[in-house]
């Protein structure tokens, strides 16, 4: 197999070469050449990518977004994802948000604590489940970010004090159109479950002095 080299080309000229079969077509100086109309301003070494990329990777013009300090290892991978993200990946399974799942192991949410005060404002964007000690008679105001379809708890707890009465904002929906008495003893513990309606109906029912 034979090397055919140009070096030179008139500037500004248009020239078509053809390299025979088998050949290797080599460029000493890129700097005038375009392809499709755009200048190459890569170097020479840069462009040498027939049998594999032998540049750094900071070289490499990736241009799907792909960081150019991608390790050769990493460019392994046909979408440029590091191995141990790609290991990730595919422990994760075909898992889709507009897909019926079968689940094969449990799932779970956090119970998120809420802070006690005269009037507590659940942020319905922070988690399914809350949990709350209550140590003042509270106001649960009309929640912040209410999604239709989302469920939940919500887990109260009287202080040590105990007597601590709970009121509910307009959106909370309850059987017959009255709220629960919540139990008062000193370290009683209610669960009021919920299931949002519409952005201003939670519909909730109660449980009372979980034992």
């Known amino acids: 197999m034979s090397t055919l080299k140009v070096n030179t080309l008139e500037p500004r000229s248009s020239t ?8 290797v077509f080599t460029i000493a100086d890129n700097s ?24 750094t990777t900071a070289e490499i013009n990736v241009l799907d977004g792909i960081p150019a300090t991608l ?79 989302q469920t939940g708890s919500i887990f109260l707890t009287q202080d040590g004090t105990g007597s601590r009465t709970a009121s509910w904002g307009s959106y909370w929906d309850w059987a017959a159109g009255t709220a629960p008495t919540l139990t008062t003893t000193a370290a009683a513990v209610d669960r009021i479950d919920y299931v949002v309606r519409s952005a201003t109906s939670i519909n909730a029912v109660a449980t009372l002095n979980l034992s």
């Open 71 to 149: 390790t050769a290892t990493e460019l392994g991978y046909s979408d440029g994802v590091t191995s141990a993200l790609q290991t990730q990946i595919n422990a994760k399974g075909n898992a889709s948000l507009a897909t019926a799942q079968n689940w094969t192991a449990g799932q779970r949410g956090e119970i998120t604590a809420l802070t006690s005060a005269t009037t507590v404002t659940p942020d319905m964007a922070d988690s399914n489940h809350f949990s709350c000690t209550m140590a003042h008679n509270i106001t649960f105001a009309n929640p912040s970010n209410l999604t239709a379809g």
């Open 16 to 23: 078509t070469i053809t390299v025979p079969t088998g050949n």
């Open 32 to 55: 005038g050449i375009s392809i499709g109309g755009t200048v190459v301003s890569s170097t020479a070494a840069e462009l040498n990518i027939l049998d594999g990329v032998t540049s």
